[in-house]
């Protein structure tokens, strides 16, 4: 069982930034292909970013050029960089960690965008 711990959401004027962090239990997270979703309310939980095992990142067009995801292998950690943030991107923001097709979800984190 991995343990996910989402940190780093808060409220924020548009156009600010924020970071979000994700830490992992567990003894192999270099192994794990990680993800930032986030769910917006009456919304369905969306895709925003993804990093493979191997540093390879993937965006959301809504988020390409603003979001920024990276992980620290020997900090257990995830990370999601956001700038000129805008109120659609208010939402919930969920971490999940994949393995040979397991998968685990953190608790999220509320961001808030708005003046």
């Known amino acids: 069982q991995v343990q996910l711990v989402e940190s780093g959401g808060g409220l924020v004027q548009p156009g600010g930034s924020l970071r979000l962090s994700c830490a992992a239990s567990g003894s192999i997270f270099s192994s794990y292909g990680m993800a930032w979703y986030r769910q917006a309310p009456g919304k369905q939980r969306e895709l925003v970013a993804t990093i493979t095992s191997s540093g390879s990142t993937n965006y959301a067009d809504s988020v390409k050029g603003r979001f920024t995801i990276s992980r620290a292998n020997a900090e257990n950690t995830v990370y999601l960089q956001m700038n000129s943030l805008k109120p659609e991107d208010t939402a919930v923001y969920y971490c999940?960690?994949?393995?040979?097709?397991?998968?685990?979800w953190g608790q999220g984190t509320q961001v808030t965008v708005s003046s």
């Open positions: 999940k960690a994949e393995w040979y097709g397991l998968r685990w």
